[in-house]
């Protein structure tokens, strides 16, 4: 069986991002942290709420992330788009825009509730094209203001 993993290259920071995410998401867990002689974590393995990662502690040559790889977040409620917002963008964490946001690592999320989805795909084109201009003027995602724009009010 083929699976794939997303395997993320750190500086220094392994073990601190590990248990960073893992605190972050609800069903999530550290796995297996590897250690060289020195005691110094070099490669770790983790799940968030199901999807498993593998990290390195690879040093500086190739770390950092760009936008061009995010992790696309599903939400149902706006509890939950404040809290996983709040959680990411602590420490150093940076919002964009249109539900995008940095962590402290640098590393790129969406959290985009399900009703956005349901907004845009709405057959009605004028609702969609107003919630797609209310979320393009957002940076953390609003359902409220995205169901009132699409509304008309």
């Given at each position: 069986?083929?699976?794939?993993?997303?395997?993320?290259?750190?500086?220094?920071?392994?073990?601190?991002?590990?248990?960073?995410?893992?605190?972050?998401?609800?069903?999530?867990?550290?796995?297996?942290?590897r250690?060289?002689?020195?005691?110094?974590?070099f490669?770790?393995?983790?799940?968030?709420?199901?999807?498993?990662?593998?990290?390195?502690?690879?040093?500086?040559?190739h770390?950092?992330?760009?936008?061009?790889i995010?992790?696309?977040?599903?939400?149902?409620?706006?509890?939950?788009v404040?809290?996983?917002w709040?959680?990411?963008?602590?420490?150093?964490?940076?919002?964009?825009?249109?539900?995008?946001?940095?962590?402290?690592?640098?590393?790129?999320?969406?959290?985009?509730?399900?009703?956005?989805?349901?907004?845009l795909?709405?057959?009605?084109?004028?609702?969609?094209?107003?919630?797609?201009?209310?979320?393009?003027?957002?940076?953390?995602?609003?359902?409220?203001?995205?169901?009132?724009?699409?509304?008309?009010?």
């Open positions: 069986m083929q699976t794939i993993t997303p395997f993320l290259w750190f500086d220094d920071n392994l073990e601190e991002a590990v248990r960073f995410y893992t605190s972050v998401f609800k069903d999530s867990k550290a796995g297996e942290i250690r060289g002689a020195d005691g110094k974590a490669g770790a393995n983790w799940e968030l709420n199901g999807q498993k990662f593998m990290g390195l502690n690879g040093g500086p040559a770390a950092g992330f760009t936008e061009t995010s992790f696309f977040v599903k939400v149902e409620t706006q509890e939950e404040d809290e996983l709040e959680k990411l963008t602590a420490d150093g964490g940076e919002e964009s825009q249109c539900g995008w946001l940095k962590d402290k690592f640098g590393l790129s999320w969406q959290i985009v509730p399900t009703a956005l989805e349901k907004l795909g709405d057959p009605d084109p004028e609702r969609s094209q107003r919630a797609m201009q209310a979320m393009l003027k957002m940076r953390k995602l609003d359902i409220a203001a995205l169901e009132r724009a699409a509304n008309g009010k």
